[in-house]
């Protein structure tokens, strides 16, 4: 009896063991556990929407680590920690994307070289901003296909905004699935054939309203033939006048061109004189209203002849005196008769 009792405790022993086997391996499987070596590095990025700690590190589709923990930096850019397996090299070259792993808004990282030095990191070096890039803006991209997608059920849609990411993200060959997509669009819109049939319906409305204006069409027609076949048979004269019309331009810009100083020389001149004017104008404006009343004196002064009387009142000469200054020497005056002075 006790070699019984024995035996079924080593059986159930094994049985537990296993069963703890096995338990730790579904755990490492599902919870992505690595046992391997690790380094770690750090990545710049612009932005890091939808990556998050635990989001797998991969180079040419090959999980090769995961990613760490996330920052926000103070000059706003997010620095990435991500902890690759030790049989990783990477170097100066080495590129960091942020690309999308579904639809849904899963997130990777990818690992690729490109052009640069090829020496390597060391742990803890840092991937710099001009080597990296963030994820792919859908919104954007599935905006610009919007009426596209319009036309299409949502499985379709589902289908073709699948590869549209897949081939802007450069993850295999999808051109070929893009133009299948593209095909279910044509097989799409040739179904719609009641829409198709009323534009028909329409463009059939549009001919025959051309159909009843016919005469007024042809009309329209023979007058612009005439028009071009007159000028067909001018067309000497209006390539002469386009030449004459071509010289007489630049005669007016060589024309332009030479009076330009003196129009110049002019513009300055007005301005100095508006300046002095401006400066004195109360006398300007006082001549100005006096002028008329002179004329008409000096117009009637001229009715006897073709000569001027004039009435000697004073007679002062101006000479220059000592140091310059005038000198005044009045040689004749009187201020009686046609000379007094008017009240």
């Not at 405790?9 to 391997?36: E, G, K, P, S, Y």
């Not at 054939?193 to 319906?201: F, K, M, P, R, Y």
């Not at 001018?234 to 019309?245: F, I, K, L």
């Amino acid at each position: 009896m006790t070699r019984g009792v024995s035996g079924a405790a080593w059986r159930l022993t094994i049985f537990l063991a296993v069963c703890a086997l096995a338990l730790f391996a579904l755990l490492a499987v599902f919870a992505q556990l690595r046992f391997d070596g690790e380094q770690i590095y750090r990545a710049e990025f612009v932005n890091v929407t939808g990556l998050e700690a635990g989001n797998f590190v991969r180079i040419a589709g090959v999980e090769v680590g995961k990613v760490k923990n996330i920052q926000l930096r103070d000059d706003t850019t997010a620095e990435v920690e991500l902890a690759v397996d030790n049989s990783v090299v990477l170097t100066q070259g080495t590129r960091a994307e942020v690309r999308w792993e579904n639809l849904i808004g899963g997130r990777f990282l990818a690992l690729d070289e490109g052009p640069g030095s090829p020496r390597r990191l060391n742990p803890g070096d840092v991937i710099p901003l001009v080597r990296t890039a963030p994820a792919l803006d859908l919104d954007a991209l599935i905006g610009g296909f919007r009426p596209l997608f319009r036309a299409l059920d949502p499985d379709q849609v589902n289908a073709l905004t699948a590869e549209l990411v897949s081939a802007f993200q450069d993850q295999g060959a999808t051109v070929g699935s893009l133009l299948q997509q593209t095909a279910a669009l044509t097989d799409t819109l040739a179904n719609h054939d009641e829409l198709i049939g009323q534009v028909i319906n329409n463009l059939n409305t549009v001919i025959g309203s051309f159909s009843d204006q016919r005469q007024q069409f042809g009309k329209a027609i023979d007058s612009l033939s005439q028009l071009v076949h007159g000028l067909a048979e001018r067309r000497t004269d209006v390539s002469n006048s386009v030449a004459y019309t071509d010289a007489a331009t630049a005669g007016i810009a060589d024309l332009l061109q030479q009076t330009r100083p003196a129009l110049h020389d002019l513009i300055n001149q007005t301005d100095r004189t508006s300046s002095i004017i401006n400066a004195d104008h109360d006398y300007v404006d006082n001549l100005l209203a006096t002028l008329p009343d002179t004329y008409r004196m000096l117009s009637r002064l001229g009715l006897y002849g073709d000569y001027f009387s004039f009435y000697l009142c004073d007679i002062v000469l101006k000479v220059n005196g000592k140091g310059g200054q005038p000198v005044y020497v009045k040689v004749v005056g009187q201020d009686t008769g046609r000379c007094e002075p008017k009240k």
